[in-house]
């Protein structure tokens, strides 16, 4: 079993930064893919960035040169920078953690930071 921990959420101003962070307890990270999603208010939870174990990444392409996904595996920590905010980036953020094991898939979600950009 996995536990998944985010942090870092809050209140920007459009333009400014923000680095998530989602800490891991329960078993190693490390052979997981780990993303980030969000839901904003009055729609569907969307992929905002993926890490594969390997380290090889993939964004989401309004997310793309403005987000960067990075993981830390002696920390168990995966985060997620983002710059140059916009409105539009407003929702619940959450980070997922993603393993494909002999009885099949298993998959974790964190409870979610709040994300808000203001205008």
């Known amino acids: 079993q996995v536990q998944l921990v985010e942090s870092g959420g809050g209140l920007v101003q459009a333009g400014g930064s923000l680095r998530l962070s989602c800490v891991a307890s329960g078993s190693s990270l490390s052979r997981y893919a780990m993303g980030w999603y969000r839901r904003a208010p009055g729609k569907q939870r969307e992929l905002v960035a993926r890490?594969?174990?390997?380290?090889?990444?993939n964004y989401a392409d309004s997310m793309k040169g403005r987000f960067t996904i990075s993981r830390d595996n002696a920390k168990n920590t995966v985060y997620l920078q983002m710059s140059s905010l916009k409105p539009e980036d407003t929702a619940v953020y959450f980070c997922n953690a993603l393993i494909s094991t002999m009885w099949g898939p298993r998959e974790y979600w964190g409870q979610g930071t709040q994300v808000t950009v203001s205008s």
């Open positions: 890490i594969i174990s390997d380290g090889t990444t």
